[in-house]
């Protein structure tokens, strides 16, 4: 500790003063209860640090002292050290080492939870740094998710150790506050909710009754391990542990924690990816200084030659003589409009100014070929018409008996052979070819009435002999045997995209022939599919062994409920890549189907891909699964 008598600053509140003659306050970052949180300089280290400061007649400056030497005793490389702590004048501080990055509680609020996975390996290594304080016998004492840090490069940092605590006017913590606190950072990471001791900005996690809910009741597919563990730290009484394990310690919790996470490579970075861009200091360019020209009617004319006196104002003021041999007035130049074009390499400034000389005039349009309005002969048309008679000129004249009359003495002959009017192209090969087909169709239709008549086939082979016109004689004589119901059956649940569990234990009342009885599944936010949480849960129905299954029967829990049905001869791993050999869709509570073609197969999984509607969710189940077959 320092001489509190050494020379400093008497009322350093304010950016910029220097506390102990060594740290400069940079940034007020936090004030409440008469504390102030500051990002300082350190002029001997040259480094930032954090620095925390309250009066020295403050309650809390003994805590606050206090709580630095002990947590001075802790060394880890996730736990910001405490570098200095004094009191000095008016003013009790204690230095800690500086901290970049972001707190848990913002990157819940910016991003929502985190995966199971990233957030089970982000609190066990915040229980591996607070297992190592415990075995020196020092607590955290305010482990809330305002104190846990995740830098840049992916690291998990751990503030305000003890210190944090005495600010809020805490005695020394307890350990087992921060193994509860520790639950409750595993809840917040899976849910966004906040269910520990120590107080936090982050929103309380719900409760019933008394307890805090699981977490699998506030947020789908949580892991069935991570949701034990915060309900029997949480709720300690009337829990029964499935397992025997070490719950009750920062180590044990930190070793279930990476047991369950395997293989840490990349979570942090992957993590520290996700968080919110951060708004970067941009630098910019030396402006260049520009002088400034004078102007016009500033302007002063030097000294004459051999004298130092400038002219006065007078002389400014009197009106130029006109040039020798130049009589009458200067003409005056009209205002011209221009556009400044600027240099950025020697900042000058030049003017686009307008033309002199008008531009010449666009050259002229070709004018267009004088067209006729009318045609100037009749276009003669190339057919004649029938009812119109002949085609002839314009110039002709037509009189049907110009042609003379016949021998006879009657009408005047007409040669129909010598009309001489152009025929159309083609179509004589038109005709051709109609007349072709029709001589192709009646060749065939004689073939096949000789073959027939003769007792053959209609491509003239001989017939078979051996089946009838209604099918194979067996088909005609003997009935279909109606299928079987198997018995013996074995179901299990089957949660391929969750946690592998789905109410398991009673996934034998579906096969047991009391439709009193079922199995059903959890109840989900959201309805089963490609939007929801899961495309779908179901059963695995072992036969016992393989057989050829003509119909299946299901009697649902709620309605509506659709199902597909898969038929393998081995334990089934992801259904969406097999071909179903049937669907359901059930507006009851009952469904069957009828498979034709009886495929074989050991395991019948019935996949449930929509859930009927129940309070709070969705919920559904099967009371009664028949298999038959032969």
């Not at 520790?182 to 906040?194: K, P, S």
Request: include cysteine.
């Amino acid at each position: 500790m320092r001489d509190a008598s050494r020379n400093q600053v008497p009322h350093a509140t304010r950016a910029g003063d220097v506390l102990a003659e060594r740290y400069r306050l940079v940034d007020l970052l936090s004030e409440s209860g008469g504390g102030r949180f500051w990002r300082a300089h350190d002029r001997v280290l040259e480094r930032h640090v954090a620095l925390h400061v309250i009066a020295a007649d403050d309650p809390r400056a003994e805590l606050l002292l206090d709580a630095a030497r002990r947590s001075a005793t802790v060394l880890d490389h996730r736990i910001l050290r405490v570098l200095d702590a004094e009191r000095i004048g008016d003013f009790c501080f204690v230095v800690n080492e500086w901290g970049s990055g972001t707190s848990l509680d913002i990157m819940l609020t910016s991003n929502g939870p985190l995966s199971p996975r990233r957030g089970a390996w982000l609190v066990s290594e915040v229980a591996d740094s607070i297992a190592v304080a415990h075995a020196h016998g020092v607590a955290h004492g305010l482990l809330s998710p305002e104190n846990v840090l995740l830098d840049n490069a992916g690291s998990v940092r751990i503030i305000g150790f003890c210190v944090d605590a005495a600010l809020h006017g805490l005695p020394p913590g307890d350990p087992h506050h921060d193994v509860v606190d520790l639950a409750g950072l595993l809840h917040a990471t899976l849910t966004g909710r906040w269910a520990g001791v120590s107080q936090s900005a982050v929103p309380r996690a719900p409760e019933a009754h008394g307890r805090v809910l699981r977490p699998r009741q506030v947020r789908a597919g949580v892991p069935r391990g991570l949701d034990d563990l915060c309900d029997e730290l949480l709720n300690p009484r009337g829990q029964r542990a499935r397992e025997v394990r070490d719950l009750g310690s920062a180590r044990g919790i930190h070793r279930y924690l990476a047991e369950f996470v395997g293989d840490t490579s990349g979570l942090g970075e992957a993590i520290a990816a996700g968080l919110p861009d951060k708004q970067d200091t941009v630098t910019l360019p030396a402006v260049p200084e520009i002088l400034a020209q004078p102007h016009p009617d500033d302007w002063v004319p030097p000294p004459e030659p051999g004298t130092d006196k400038a002219p006065d104002e007078s002389e400014l003021d009197r009106e130029p003589d006109e040039p020798d041999g130049e009589p009458g007035s200067i003409a005056e130049i009209p205002t011209e409009a221009g556009l400044p074009i600027f240099d950025d390499d020697n900042d000058e400034v030049s003017w686009l100014r307008a033309r002199n000389e008008p531009a010449p005039p666009p050259p002229p349009f070709e004018e267009p070929p004088e067209r006729p309005l009318f045609a100037a002969d009749e276009r003669k048309p190339r057919y004649g018409r029938l009812d119109e008679g002949p085609v002839v000129g314009p110039a002709d004249e037509y009189w049907p008996y110009d042609h003379g009359w016949s021998s006879s003495g009657g009408l005047p002959a007409v040669d129909v052979l010598s009309d001489t009017r152009e025929q159309v192209p083609g179509r004589s090969w038109l005709r051709l070819a109609m007349l072709v087909a029709v001589g192709l169709v009646l060749v065939v239709a004689v073939a096949i009435a000789f073959n027939l008549g003769r007792g053959k086939t209609p491509l003239g082979t001989e017939p078979d002999h051996g089946e009838t016109a209604s099918g194979s004689p067996s088909a005609s004589t003997e009935p279909t045997a109606p299928p079987t119901p198997f018995t013996g059956l074995v179901a299990s649940d089957f949660d391929p995209q969750g946690d592998g569990e789905e109410n398991g234990e009673d996934a034998a009342a579906a096969v047991d022939g009391d439709p009193a009885t079922s199995w059903t599944t959890l109840t989900y936010k959201q309805q089963l599919g490609p939007t929801g949480l899961k495309r779908g849960v179901g059963l695995v129905v072992d036969l016992g062994q393989s057989r050829a299954v003509r119909r299946v029967e299901l009697r649902f829990v709620g309605q509506p409920t659709n199902a597909s049905l898969y038929l393998t001869d081995d334990v089934p791993g992801n259904p969406e890549a097999l071909t179903p050999v049937g669907k359901l869709g059930a507006a009851g509570t009952s469904a069957g189907l009828d498979l034709d073609d009886a495929p074989s197969g050991r395991y019948l999984t019935i996949w449930l891909t929509s859930l009927p509607p129940v309070p709070g969710g969705f919920k559904g189940g099967l009371a009664e699964v028949v298999v038959s077959g032969s």
